[in-house]
Structures are given as C-alpha cells and as structure tokens.
C-alpha cells in the first residue's frame, strides 16, 4: 500500500516549453501532497503544499506562476513548469499524504528529472 | 522555521559494521522525525520514523533514538551490508506548520563489501 506514482521519470524540453508533471497516490487518498526540488548531491527543498479544491501553498522564493499547481482530485496534484529554461533543470520530487492515516506519513514517488535545453 | 543539521555528509563502513548517522533539529515544536533513504535517481523511500512520545524505536537491523531535551536525533544501523549503500536523510516536522518535514542534507553511505 501507500504508492505514490510519478510521471513521466525524465523530459528533456527545449528551453520556453512548459512541462507538467503528474503525481497520483495510487491506494489512497491524498488532500494534501507536497512538491519538492532536489540538485545534485542536494537536500530536497520544498516547493510548495498542494492542497486539494484550493490555491497551492508556495514556500518563500518560490514563483507561483513559474510553477504552477493543480490539485483537482484527491488523488491527482500535477506540477507545471511553464516557460522552462536550462536553470530549471532539477529532479522534481512529489509527495503525499494519506488522508485516512492519522501518523501524517508522507509517500514519495520516484521523481521526475527535467533537463531543458 | 525549522532547521535540520546532518552529519556526517559522507559514511564509509565495512560491510557487517555499524554506521551511525546524526541529526540535530532546532524547533522544539517539531515531533515527527523520518528518516528516508534515497538510491540513485530514486525517490526518498521511508525507512522508519519516530515521534517526540518515544526515545527510541527499532525495526530489525534499524533503529532510531530520539532525546528531546537535546533536540538530537540519529539514526543506526547495525550488521551492514553492500544493498544499505544509499544516501539518508533524516527530517522533522511539526503539526502546527502543516505537517511539512524539514530534510537534512543528507548523508551518502557506502558500504565496502
């Protein structure tokens, strides 16, 4: 139980796409679901809360309307870079939390390595 | 906020050895402590936890003790071997602040068969 998917794994994008990134929690429900960056040989620092039916939570730094944030059903939040440039190039890493679990344990899925060109 | 301290940054053990990972923590609201760890191009997996009611919790070769009073906590693993080669992150979070864990930066642990 507790799988959390991400898709896709890798994109590669040229640079001024906009590239989004799915996060589905399989076997559960999730009303809230993070978004995390990780660098290379980093920590993973956390982007922003995505919460279910409302506005997204954006930690200090972060541009709302760089990454933009959807989390229309309770199992589906998806990321959004829009107007991607080489600097954007990160591992992206989702969470989420089960909303029948109590311990707030958070599930991560595997990630998404965006390179922009 | 929360900051969350790890050491070492790198861990070399022989293969049966003990490896032993530490994390300071500076809120002392916070009361959920993870530890997770991470194998290459992976997502973090959680390998246990422990919350502020406890001071220490084991799960086979893994255990994790927590001192409040110190606002320290770490991570052990006993009886290594070459598949806990991996990088380890310790995190705490706190009710009030949405439940949103703090990492540490990490710790790359290499186990030499």
């Known amino acids: 139980g507790a799988v959390v998917s991400q898709h896709p794994s890798r994109v590669i994008c040229k640079s001024g796409t906009s590239v989004k990134i799915e996060c589905r929690s399989l076997?559960?429900?999730?009303?809230?679901m993070f978004w995390y960056r990780q660098f290379p040989k980093k920590s993973l620092m956390l982007m922003a809360t995505?919460?279910?039916?409302?506005?997204?939570?954006?930690e200090q730094g972060v541009e709302k309307d760089k990454f933009l944030i959807n989390h229309a059903s309770l199992t589906l939040s998806t990321l959004t870079v829009t107007s991607a440039h080489p600097e954007d190039s990160s591992f992206y890493i989702c969470?989420?939390?089960?909303?029948?679990?109590?311990?707030?344990?958070?599930?991560f899925g595997a990630g998404t390595r965006l390179s922009v060109l | 906020g929360e900051n969350v301290e790890q050491h070492p940054s790198t861990l070399s053990v022989q293969e049966g050895d003990s490896a032993v990972i530490k994390c300071t923590y500076s809120?002392?609201?916070?009361?959920?402590f993870p530890w997770y760890k991470q194998e290459l191009g992976k997502g973090p997996q959680l390998i246990i936890d422990?919350?502020?009611?406890?001071g220490e919790k084991k799960d086979q070769r893994i255990a994790v003790t927590l001192n409040k009073t110190a606002k320290h906590f770490s991570l052990h693993i006993t009886e290594t071997q070459p598949e806990d080669s991996a990088v380890y992150f310790c995190?705490?979070?706190?009710?009030?602040?949405?439940?949103?864990?703090?990492f540490g930066g990490g710790t790359r642990v290499l186990v030499k068969p």
């Open positions: 969470s989420a939390r089960d909303l029948a679990d109590a311990k707030n344990i958070q599930y």
């Open positions: 995190a705490a979070s706190e009710a009030a602040a949405g439940n949103k864990l703090t």
């Open positions: 995505s919460n279910e039916g409302s506005k997204a939570t954006y």
């Open positions: 076997d559960f429900q999730a009303t809230t």
């Open positions: 422990i919350r502020s009611n406890v």
């Open positions: 809120d002392s609201a916070s009361n959920y």
